[in-house]
């Protein structure tokens, strides 16, 4: 059987360069605090290694942070040591607790600097961009942006309305290709098997229940289906939808993926509150919003 061009793409892409920098300079000023690891910290974490700009990772209990604990991490000792010498700390999407002379790279969280930006600005506003900047800062040289680096953050800071081709110069395909390439690599597993949970999850959706988050704001309701790669077949096939995951604390998380900004800010003011779901989180601009189902005996 020959390839799609979706899996020749995305076979091309495993491999896709990150950065095109070379022997960069020893030495750095500041000091990066980094979260919990997904496909943009990684990409964060290779440029900090390729300009060889020190970083310390957060961590809870002498474990790197996940997503659910990122923002309950205590400063380490090496950033408490950095800001006492008058060096800039820069903490990425971690610690909700920290002294005010602490810089963020963040988008997640309403003050956060990349939080509510529009995906015209999703470079700007994404952790990627938002390191990058600081290190050309820093590092007082430029340090290019490649195809790679901005699929990475557009993924990242808005992806439903980076499949509607709404992120300049970020192609609604190229952008599946590498969604592929990464998941596939990820997961150690074919592209050509990602691709078929993909289109089984894409059915799935358009089958699915329809759940009213306000008056006329409906959404796919998938919380009690089993369906692989559902994020990535949700953005692809452009339908917003709630899931329903296990978080790591036991809680069941419920998600709101790729919606509009009148989809997820219903989840978030409406739907939400009247299920009496908590730690409601989220971003109508980029997209997201979660909560979670209060665990038995947290009531």
Same mark, same amino acid.
Request: glycine content about 8%; proline content about 8%.
């Given at each position: 059987?020959?390839?799609?061009?979706?899996?020749?793409?995305?076979?091309?892409?495993?491999?896709?360069?990150?950065?095109?920098?070379?022997?960069?300079?020893?030495g750095? #000023?500041?000091?990066?605090?980094? +979260?919990a690891?997904?496909?943009e910290?990684?990409?964060?974490? +290779?440029?900090?290694?390729?300009?060889?700009?020190?970083?310390? /990772?957060?961590?809870?209990?002498?474990?790197?942070?996940?997503?659910?604990?990122?923002?309950?991490?205590?400063?380490?000792?090496?950033?408490?040591?950095?800001?006492?010498?008058?060096?800039?700390?820069? $903490?990425?999407?971690?610690?909700?607790?920290?002294?005010?002379?602490?810089?963020?790279?963040?988008?997640?969280?309403?003050?956060?600097?990349?939080?509510?930006?529009?995906?015209? #600005?999703?470079?700007?506003?994404? %952790?990627?961009?938002?390191?990058?900047?600081?290190?050309?800062?820093? $590092?007082?040289?430029?340090?290019? /942006?490649?195809?790679?680096?901005?699929?990475?953050? &557009?993924?990242?800071?808005?992806?439903?309305?980076?499949?509607?081709?709404?992120?300049?110069?970020?192609?609604?395909?190229?952008?599946?290709?590498?969604?592929?390439? %990464?998941?596939?690599?990820?997961?150690?597993?074919?592209v050509? &098997?990602?691709?078929?949970?993909?289109?089984?999850?894409?059915?799935?959706?358009?089958?699915?229940?329809?759940?009213?988050?306000?008056?006329?704001?409906? /959404?796919?309701?998938?919380?009690?289906?089993?369906a692989?790669e559902?994020?990535?077949?949700?953005?692809?096939?452009?339908?917003?939808?709630?899931?329903?995951?296990?978080?790591?604390?036991?809680?069941?998380?419920?998600?709101?993926?790729?919606?509009?900004?009148?989809?997820?800010?219903?989840?978030?003011?409406?739907?939400?509150?009247?299920?009496?779901?908590?730690?409601?989180?989220?971003?109508?601009?980029?997209?997201?919003?979660?909560?979670?189902?209060?665990?038995?005996?947290?009531?």
């Amino acid at each position: 059987m020959r390839p799609t061009s979706i899996e020749a793409r995305a076979a091309a892409l495993i491999h896709f360069p990150m950065s095109p920098n070379r022997q960069p300079p020893r030495g750095h #000023g500041a000091l990066f605090v980094l +979260g919990a690891a997904d496909p943009e910290m990684h990409a964060i974490e +290779g440029l900090l290694d390729e300009v060889r700009a020190p970083y310390v /990772v957060a961590t809870v209990g002498r474990k790197r942070v996940h997503p659910g604990n990122a923002y309950r991490a205590a400063m380490p000792p090496a950033a408490m040591a950095a800001l006492r010498d008058g060096r800039d700390v820069y $903490l990425v999407e971690c610690i909700g607790d920290a002294p005010r002379a602490a810089r963020r790279i963040d988008h997640h969280r309403p003050g956060d600097p990349g939080y509510g930006q529009p995906p015209a #600005g999703f470079w700007a506003a994404s %952790s990627l961009g938002q390191t990058v900047a600081a290190l050309r800062m820093h $590092l007082a040289r430029d340090i290019a /942006v490649t195809p790679g680096m901005r699929l990475v953050a &557009a993924a990242d800071h808005c992806l439903g309305a980076a499949y509607r081709g709404e992120c300049p110069g970020v192609e609604p395909e190229a952008l599946l290709a590498w969604h592929v390439a %990464s998941r596939a690599a990820f997961e150690q597993r074919s592209v050509s &098997a990602l691709l078929r949970d993909m289109e089984a999850s894409r059915l799935a959706l358009r089958c699915a229940p329809r759940v009213s988050l306000a008056p006329d704001i409906q /959404v796919a309701d998938m919380r009690t289906q089993a369906a692989p790669e559902l994020l990535l077949a949700a953005a692809r096939e452009g339908q917003c939808c709630l899931s329903a995951v296990r978080a790591r604390d036991g809680r069941t998380k419920i998600g709101c993926l790729v919606g509009s900004p009148l989809q997820v800010s219903a989840f978030m003011q409406s739907w939400a509150p009247a299920q009496h779901l908590v730690d409601i989180y989220g971003d109508p601009v980029r997209g997201f919003a979660g909560a979670y189902v209060v665990a038995a005996g947290h009531a």
